[in-house]
């Protein structure tokens, strides 16, 4: 299993208890902004929009605060910022490759804040391409386990549709596929009646590094105080942990 998708499974499951809850609907509304301001207001003709709206509802986010980032982000409605994709690299405890994306109106800020959490927990900052080459754009769509969702029957479903793999993450299945191709499998998943819980298209690692239960937990609290941060969106890390060793977690 990939260290993204095993941190954000940890990371769902906190969710509903997360005193952070303010700052998670932020991050959500700021993602509907710029994908409605990058490609319309129309999720049906834009499928990072669609997304963005999912994860959203699928977080309860109100609705009038969606409709409102959307019409920002569109220009409909004023008080939209300009937000700015500002890509941070550094390392972790073990030697854990981290990718830091974020959504800014301020550079300055931004890279302030990220380097202060990353330094004070344990992390220190990489020139810019000495991690990223570690990590692939990947397209991910999660699917919660059942009874009528087996591996054989998902990949009877998406393989076709431009899927690449399906990993079992325990509660759910992750299915991988390029970007391009992750339109095409959530198409095939809605025609066969099956739902999914997310898709995202985040940066996987091409090589991981394994953790024991002290250094999973360094890289955890590491990855908790930059995702802090107010102008971040998303931390990407290379990590694999053992089932053994997420359990004691």
């Given at each position: 299993?990939?260290?993204?998708?095993?941190?954000?499974t940890?990371?769902h499951?906190?969710?509903?208890?997360?005193?952070?809850?303010?700052?998670?609907?932020?991050?959500?509304?700021?993602?509907?902004?710029?994908?409605?301001?990058?490609?319309g207001?129309?999720?049906?003709?834009?499928?990072?929009?669609?997304?963005?709206?999912?994860?959203?509802?699928?977080?309860?986010?109100?609705?009038?605060?969606?409709?409102?980032?959307?019409?920002?982000?569109?220009?409909?409605?004023?008080?939209?910022?300009?937000?700015?994709?500002?890509?941070?690299?550094?390392?972790?405890?073990?030697?854990v490759?981290?990718?830091?994306?974020?959504?800014?109106?301020?550079?300055?800020?931004?890279?302030?804040?990220?380097?202060?959490?990353?330094?004070?927990?344990?992390?220190?900052?990489?020139?810019?391409?000495?991690?990223?080459?570690?990590?692939?754009?990947?397209?991910?769509?999660?699917?919660?386990?059942?009874?009528?969702?087996?591996?054989?029957?998902?990949?009877?479903?998406?393989?076709?549709?431009?899927?690449?793999?399906?990993?079992?993450?325990?509660?759910?299945?992750?299915?991988?596929?390029?970007?391009?191709?992750?339109?095409?499998?959530?198409?095939?998943?809605?025609?066969?009646g099956?739902?999914?819980?997310?898709?995202?298209?985040?940066?996987?690692?091409?090589?991981?590094?394994?953790?024991?239960?002290?250094?999973?937990?360094?890289?955890?609290k590491?990855?908790?105080?930059?995702?802090?941060?107010?102008?971040?969106?998303?931390?990407?890390?290379?990590?694999?942990?053992?089932?053994?060793?997420?359990?004691?977690?």
């Amino acid at each position: 299993m990939s260290g993204h998708s095993k941190w954000a499974t940890t990371k769902h499951k906190k969710a509903i208890l997360d005193s952070r809850r303010a700052k998670t609907f932020a991050k959500l509304i700021k993602a509907i902004e710029v994908a409605a301001r990058t490609g319309g207001s129309d999720p049906a003709g834009n499928p990072t929009l669609f997304d963005a709206l999912a994860k959203a509802r699928k977080n309860s986010v109100p609705s009038d605060n969606i409709d409102r980032a959307v019409k920002r982000g569109a220009g409909l409605e004023s008080g939209g910022a300009n937000w700015e994709t500002i890509m941070y690299e550094g390392y972790g405890p073990n030697g854990v490759a981290l990718l830091i994306e974020c959504l800014s109106d301020n550079r300055n800020r931004a890279a302030g804040e990220v380097r202060l959490a990353v330094t004070r927990n344990g992390g220190s900052m990489a020139d810019p391409g000495s991690v990223s080459y570690l990590f692939a754009r990947r397209g991910v769509v999660i699917v919660k386990k059942n009874a009528n969702v087996t591996e054989e029957s998902l990949m009877n479903v998406v393989i076709d549709a431009g899927a690449e793999e399906i990993n079992d993450l325990g509660e759910n299945f992750e299915i991988v596929s390029d970007p391009s191709e992750m339109a095409s499998v959530r198409k095939a998943l809605d025609s066969s009646g099956i739902e999914y819980d997310s898709a995202d298209t985040p940066f996987l690692p091409t090589v991981s590094v394994p953790l024991d239960n002290e250094g999973a937990a360094k890289v955890f609290k590491l990855i908790e105080a930059i995702e802090d941060c107010d102008d971040v969106q998303n931390v990407y890390a290379n990590f694999d942990i053992s089932d053994e060793v997420m359990a004691t977690l």
